[in-house]
């Protein structure tokens, strides 16, 4: 009796190890955000590539089926893990939709006992999940526990008074009664945080019914679900939404029932009210740290030294750094980065700051298309759109990023519990070190061709005099000098992300040019004999940023 018993624990502790991914699992690893609807139609609709009108707010027709069948497409951009859309049974409003449309996103539950069928069959998604284990990678599900979406058919246009009394709550599974809700009241002032946890987000036409998760009968009902949902589709993480719309001793106890790693989505610029939830769930979005990359990036003139501060930010305030962050530029809710601007110098460096820190990389789908929608829903297009091709800038460029941390994790066991750190910046340039990776972001702008200086070997890069570095978007040779300086030259604005030449493989760059090993910047200065002029040089720093301007 007593082996066979042993033998059942020991596989059961195996099947949990193996699915029961943890932060410390995730971590080395990144993520491409999938919004479900707006993916990949099913295989024998694939071809037809049919329209899909952002503006209308309607299903556009991606599911389950059709995101299994684009894996390929993920992978060889060099992703191991998946995010998509919350999966259970949404609200469905009468068409025309009112003005904040229909529940295409998946945000809008009204049965979390049941699947979305506009995604697909309950087959379809144990497919997809067994097809993405099969090539190694992980699934993050999004969930919604805050609240459940109603249709305000007495008052859809009207300022909202208690929609619940104009709500049949027929059909919502749990919570069909008023009981289960806080009392009706807008959020109409988020520096109220009792106002942000028990009052209602949505609009009049749609408010979404905030769950009286102040009840215990109501919160062990969601611990139990979340454990169900995890274990029956072994998901290996899960994104949450709305966290800082629940009071923040809720969620320990959700996160120790679902068993898997959670990252957390609490909307606020302000590092320190961001921070605090990192004591509640295992990882946030770093929204304020997205701020800092918007403003630094979006024009030629953004500021390098907030963003330095906001790295401090996060060391400071949030319960493991950078490491319980997940790092994005886009994401389904915020207008693209493309949106803000056409400069692909600035756009680059903008998705390097994504793969070059701490946090949990993560792509939103589309960026690889440069896709440029404004605010929502303008910023949900079908990636089908796109024919999934692969030789575009940014899906090579994300490529690159990719193939880079795995080179540098791979090179050093210490990569991923070295925290990065900034060794300098200037007018228009930060360079951060996370050993053995050394970046050097700019917001010159493609329009320029910038000559960088910077002393490496003293300040915590990893890099010793004379040490032979690549610059894996470039794939050119640098060398750091004798005295620990290194100079290159940053080609269209573009960012440099160097590793020592030991550790880059042909994945990285199939081939290196430049590789003298006198260091590449003297020749290829030459060719840039225009009007030169410094931009930066600033006094007694480290790091000096001088931009040739093609005439
Ligand atoms: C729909 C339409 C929109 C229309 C809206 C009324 O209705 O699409 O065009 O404007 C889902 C859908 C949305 C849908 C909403 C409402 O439901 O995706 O399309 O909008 O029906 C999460 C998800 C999000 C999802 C929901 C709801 C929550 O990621 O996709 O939306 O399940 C708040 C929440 C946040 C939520 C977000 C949409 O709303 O906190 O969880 N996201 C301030 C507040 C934030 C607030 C934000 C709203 O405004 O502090 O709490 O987010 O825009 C910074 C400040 C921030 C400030 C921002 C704007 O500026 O530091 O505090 O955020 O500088
Ligand atoms: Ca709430």
Not at 20 to 39: E, H, L
Not at 270 to 295: K, R
Not at 326 to 353: C, M, V, Y
């Amino acid at each position: 009796m007593l082996p066979s018993l042993l033998t059942a624990v020991t596989l059961a502790l195996w099947a949990r190890q193996a699915y029961a991914a943890s932060a410390s699992d995730w971590q080395k690893r990144t993520v491409y955000q999938v919004m479900t609807d707006r993916f990949a139609l099913p295989p024998a609709q694939d071809s037809t590539g049919a329209a899909c009108d952002t503006g209308a707010q309607l299903p556009c027709g991606g599911t389950w089926a059709g995101i299994e069948n684009h894996l390929d497409y993920i992978q060889a951009m060099g992703f191991d893990a998946i995010w998509i859309s919350p999966i259970v049974a949404q609200l469905q409003v009468p068409l025309p939709p009112p003005a904040d449309g229909t529940a295409y996103h998946g945000y809008w539950p009204e049965n979390i006992y049941a699947l979305n069928d506009a995604f697909g069959t309950e087959a379809d998604l144990r497919s997809l999940v067994s097809a993405v284990h099969g090539r190694g990678m992980y699934i993050m599900v999004d969930v919604v526990v805050n609240h459940m979406a109603t249709y305000n058919t007495t008052a859809a246009n009207a300022a909202p008074t208690d929609p619940l009394a104009g709500i049949s709550l027929n059909g919502y599974n749990p919570f069909d009664e008023d009981s289960d809700y806080h009392p009706f009241c807008p959020i109409t002032n988020y520096g109220n945080q009792t106002m942000v946890e028990q009052c209602w987000l949505g609009s009049a036409a749609v408010p979404l019914a905030d769950v009286n998760t102040e009840d215990q009968t109501t919160v062990n009902t969601y611990y139990s679900w979340i454990g169900q949902v995890v274990s029956n589709y072994t998901f290996d993480g899960l994104r949450i939404d709305t966290v800082k719309h629940i009071r923040q001793d809720f969620w320990p106890g959700f996160v120790q029932a679902a068993g898997v790693f959670t990252l957390g989505e609490v909307l606020d610029s302000d590092a320190q009210y961001v921070g605090d939830y990192t004591n509640y769930v295992d990882a946030v979005f770093d929204y304020p740290g997205w701020g800092m990359v918007l403003q630094a990036f979006q024009t030629t003139g953004g500021s390098m030294s907030m963003l330095a501060q906001s790295i401090q930010n996060t060391s400071t305030y949030y319960k493991n750094g950078g490491f319980s962050t997940g790092s994005f530029l886009e994401n389904h809710d915020q207008p693209r980065f493309p949106s803000l601007t056409n400069d692909t110098g600035l756009i680059k460096n903008a998705i390097a700051w994504t793969f070059i820190g701490d946090g949990l990389p993560i792509v939103y789908e589309g960026q690889e298309q440069e896709y440029s929608g404004g605010n929502v829903p303008n910023n949900r297009e079908a990636v089908w759109l796109s024919a999934y091709q692969e030789n575009k800038p940014m899906y090579k460029h994300i490529t690159t990023l990719n193939n880079a941390r795995k080179a540098a994790m791979n090179g050093s066991s210490s990569f991923l519990s070295t925290h990065m750190s900034v060794i300098s910046t200037s007018t228009h340039s930060i360079a951060i070190a996370k050993a053995p990776m050394l970046a050097v972001l700019t917001n010159v702008g493609q329009g320029a061709q910038g000559q960088v200086s910077l002393s490496v070997s003293s300040l915590g890069s990893g890099y010793a005099a004379n040490s032979q570095l690549v610059d894996v978007i470039s794939c050119s040779s640098v060398k750091v000098d004798g005295s620990g300086n290194l100079a290159f030259t940053t080609q269209a604005g573009a960012p440099a992300v160097f590793l020592p030449s030991s550790v880059v493989n042909t994945k990285v760059c199939a081939s290196v040019a430049g590789g003298s090993g006198s260091g590449s910047g003297s020749g290829a200065q030459a060719a840039f004999s225009t009007r030169a002029f410094a931009l930066s040089a600033a006094v007694g720093s480290v790091i000096a940023l001088l931009v040739l301007a093609s005439a």
